[in-house]
Nanobody, 120 residues
Framework: QVQLVESGGGLVQVGGSLTLSCLSTIRSFKGNAVGWFRRTPGANKREWVATIRSPGSPEVARSVSGRFTISRDNAKNAAYLHMNNIQPEDAGVYYC?????????????WGQGTQVTVSS
């Protein structure tokens, strides 16, 4: 049973922008913190990118600070990752998850993720 669905990835040029979406069918989603993670090419593990609590209190990893922001819309059971000034090292598959702040995933299995490809 799919509970977290990521979308919005695609091919983007260096310096470009994307907004990723995470839609959830989990009833408790509204009350839990949500995190974004990514798996870059060649990496064995997912890297934490950003977290937003409910309500508010967003935080992002140092590697994307000043370029990425995270937001949520509890009315839509959704969270978003706004990616600006995308760099080659941002390429990878992006996933969302409910987290115990700041970045410990729990609950539902990982979704399919959404692929971000960066061209120079």
């Amino acid at each position: 049973q799919v509970q977290l669905v990521e979308s919005g990835g695609g091919l983007v040029q260096v310096g470009g922008s994307l907004t990723l979406s995470c839609l959830s069918t989990i009833r408790s989603f509204k009350g839990n913190a949500v995190g974004w993670f990514r798996r870059t090419p060649g990496a064995n593990k997912r890297e934490w990118v950003a977290t937003i609590r409910s309500p508010g209190s967003p935080e992002v990893a140092r590697s994307v600070s000043g370029r990425f922001t995270i937001s949520r819309d509890n009315a839509k059971n959704a969270a978003y990752l706004h990616m600006n000034n995308i760099q080659p090292e941002d390429a990878g598959v992006y996933y969302c998850a409910q987290v115990i702040p700041p970045n410990t995933p729990f609950g539902a299995s990982w979704g399919q993720g959404t692929q971000v490809t960066v061209s120079s």
